[in-house]
């Protein structure tokens, strides 16, 4: 489907998409931290500011000026005539990252999102799964948000933690592991927004329009809104994560890519909470620590079971001394498996159509430059990562001949 766009044209709405997604997801968050902070630091009012219907009181200083902060218990005497929301710093990171989605993982499903060896390879059946795996997955949170369950909060947080450790595992059997990463953050983004838009707004108006009439605003609905707010608050650090987790193939091409995923997840979530108490003014460190060594945890049994140690240490194992003469057939036959599947794409001036220029900045065209990326290749290669699209179809035999080698080098 890409091929209908210019590939030049298709990269620069990638930027000019991401560029916007980022800076709209900064005001999103940068809000909303904000006020979770405000809200946790309000301290009581002097009286005769509580005669004012004053709640809570807080001063800051920040753009070169002091200000005055105050949260009503219900409204001012008289009600302002500008009101600021805030919703569309929400709207508009969704917006643009559905629109990155299409551009790259839907527009070039066969490259991005089809996987090697996963459950989809055809990519129009890939797109028509990744838009079922994030309806199906706001369907399935907003249906638990309407059981008792939500107000068991430890139990409904464990609930959560299920749903996205299934979501993660079914994500790397439908699609390319990158891709899997992408859709539980796309998921759980998707909760986020949806929060804004099916809770946090609508009772957000109705308490405007009843505070507004001199009537008792509706509690129920508030509470429900403030519910979802705090869920928006936990998510936060794991769908960056999950976001930024693009960029770092050793984490989405690990053996046990959607475990880290979920592990790495839970402790970023955990690390949240001392945050949140400590604005409330309880410190304790032990959170922070448990969630920091939790991290340290992931990565110590990340090495552990990484292919790169994995195939080093099989290739120790067998230690075979090949003779001269077998090394120079090995070597050749290596640099024919590069040439028809790496340099099509890797290489200054790549043929494969929709490249423009050698991907990651890597050049790969001989045994000399596959092996000086040997740390990075072997994960793409054993994850099956690499070569992306396979559109040369490489065997199974053909990955396992790079793999050993690389292993050896
Ligand atoms: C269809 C094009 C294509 C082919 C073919 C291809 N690559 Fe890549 N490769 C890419 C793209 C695009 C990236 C950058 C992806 C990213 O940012 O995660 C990349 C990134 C990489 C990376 C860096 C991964 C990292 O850690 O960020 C390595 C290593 C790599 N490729 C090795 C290979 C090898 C080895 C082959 C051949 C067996 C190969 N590639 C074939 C497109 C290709």
Redesign the pocket.
Known sequence: MGDLINPLVLEWLNLAFRWFHVVAAIAWIGASFYFIWLDLSLREPPQWKADKGVKGDLWAIHGGGIYEVAKYHLRPQEMPKKLHWFKWEAYSTWLSGTGLLILMYYLQAQ?YLVGYNTLIQSPGWAVVASIGFILGGQALYELLLRTPLVKRGLLFAAILLLVISVASYLAHLLFSP?AAYLHVGAMIATWMAGNVFWGIMPAQRKFVAAVSNNEAPDTCAMAFAKLRSTHNNYLTLPVIFCMLS??Y??LYSHVYSWLVLVAIGLCLAWGRHFFNLKHLGVVKPFILLSSFSGLVLVAVLMAVTSPASIAAKQAEKAAIVTSAEQSVSTDERINQL?HV??T???AAVPS?PG?NAA??G?V?DSTVH?AA?KV??LP??SSGY????N?HH?TDLERKT?IDWLAQQ
């Not at 690499?386 to 699209?389: E, F, N, R, S, V």
Request: charged share 5%; proline share 6%.
């Open positions: 490259t990158r693009n960029h193939s050793f590069i599947h790496c099509n794409c890797h494969q490249f991907p990651a890597l790969i596959l990326q990075r290749a793409a290669l690499m070569p992306l699209g559109f490489m790079l």
